[in-house]
Structure formats: C-alpha cells, structure tokens
T-cell receptor, first 114, second 116 residues
Framework: DAKTTQPPSMDCAEGRAANLPCNHSTISGNEYVYWYRQIHSQGPQYIIH???NNETNEMASLIITEDRKSSTLILPHATLRDTAVYYC???????????????FGKGTLLTVNP | DAGVTQSPTHLIKTRGQQVTLRCSPK?????VSWYQQALGQGPQFIFQ???????QRGNFPDRFSGHQFPNYSSELNVNALLLGDSALYLC???????????????FGEGSRLTVL
C-alpha cells in the first residue's frame, strides 16, 4: 500500500470548516484513499473513501486532486466532538476479501477550539 | 444492531504470562481483523480471520495467534508476554465479499493490555 504524509497537528475554530491535507504521491491506479478518525480512547471510525472523484457523505467531503497525488478531507462545520486523530490511508480497491488490511500512519491530531 | 464488542476492556498481566482477548463482530459481518496500537502510534495490523482461517498476517511473531469460531467471533492470544506488548488491541469486522459498501472496517473500542 502507498505511503501517506499528513501534518502531525492542526487547529480549527468551532463552526468553521476543517481542511485536512494528505499527500500520497506514490499512489497506484487501483488504490483508494480512505479516511478514518479516532476519538480519544475509542476505536477508529470510518469517515469516507474515494478513488478519483470527489465524494461527499453526511460526515465529510473528500477532494482528490486530478493527479491523485494528494487529497483533502473537509469537515464543513467542525464541532468540539470532531476533535480526534484523523488517518489518511491508501489501499488497494475494495473487491474481494483480501484487501482489508489498513496501514495506519500517525495521522493528524485535529483540535477544534471553542 | 450491536456493533463490534470486545472483552475485557482493561487487563493487567505480568511478563511471561499469556492473555486471551475476545471479539464479537458487527451483526452480518464474517471477517475479523486484529490491530495493535501502542501509545501515540497508529494501529498496526496483526492478522485477519475469515472462514475460521488466518488469511493475512502482519509483521508479528508467532507468540501472537488467533482463532475464529463458527459464529464469526474471534480470539487473540498472546503468549510469553513482553513489556512491549502493552498496547490497545483493536478488533475490526467487515464483510469478506463486500460489493455494496466501500469495504470499510468497523472497529471495537479495544482491550487495553498492560504488561508489568
């Protein structure tokens, strides 16, 4: 799986958009970008994933650059409960059952301030 | 709909002892993966079980072993505990042939193991 690079920490004001960047310059054509987050003392939680098109769900939006070498996770209106470590993970596609190994880095600690 | 449940939540062992951690997957899931998370680090993949067989394994010694039962629940066993085995052990469940969702993993809250 391709390696990802994320800033170790970021701050965001409550109610503002949080934009979390991720570099994955060695991503292969069949690799997806996944985002998980881990609130303190809890297990990681799936947020969103995408291949090359921008994606949006009830939690966040994922913007992937055209060359797929980087992406940005956007939390449109951050709340205090969004304070967590956010992991950007790249892995081979979802078909079949052999691709569920996730390689976590250290992630980005997002702190949402009141 | 119960999510992934793990037990125990916390436990303390001494060096050389053996430990067994348990996991029940989310309803409808048939695959269980185990991860180790040391303090300040991201989770590291240990192994994955499907159809009661180990399907994938990360870079962990044979002291780490597992089992999956017919009801899809799973156990993680660690023998000859070392101080470095102190960590949060996470169980994640998924559907092996998942053609509907993105194949995301659902994690439990973890078992916090302290080795003294």
């Amino acid at each position: 799986d391709a390696k990802t690079t994320q800033p170790p920490s970021m701050d965001c004001a409550e109610g503002r958009a949080a934009n979390l960047p991720c570099n994955h310059s060695t991503i292969s054509g069949n690799e997806y970008v996944y985002w998980y987050r881990q609130i303190h003392s809890q297990g990681p939680q799936y947020i969103i994933h995408g291949l090359k098109n921008n994606e949006t769900n009830e939690m966040a939006s994922l913007i992937i650059t055209e060359d797929r070498k980087s992406s940005t996770l956007i939390l449109p209106h951050a709340t205090l409960r969004d304070t967590a470590v956010y992991y950007c993970i790249v892995r081979v596609g979802t078909s079949g059952g052999s691709n569920y190994k996730l390689t976590f880095g250290k992630g980005t600690l997002l702190t949402v301030n009141p | 709909d119960a999510g992934v449940t793990q037990s125990p939540t916390h436990l303390i062992k001494t060096r050389g002892q053996q430990v067994t951690l348990r996991c029940s997957p989310k309803s409808g899931h048939d695959t269980v993966s185990w991860y180790q998370q040391a303090l300040g680090q991201g989770p590291q993949f240990i192994f994955q079980y499907y159809e009661e067989e180990e399907r994938q394994r990360g870079n962990f010694p044979d002291r780490f072993s597992g089992h999956q039962f017919p009801n899809y629940s799973s156990e993680l066993n660690v023998n000859a505990l070392l101080l470095g085995d102190s960590a949060l052990y996470l169980c994640a469940s998924s559907l092996f042939w998942d053609r509907v969702t993105g194949g995301e993993l659902f994690f439990g809250e973890g078992s916090r193991l302290t080795v003294l």
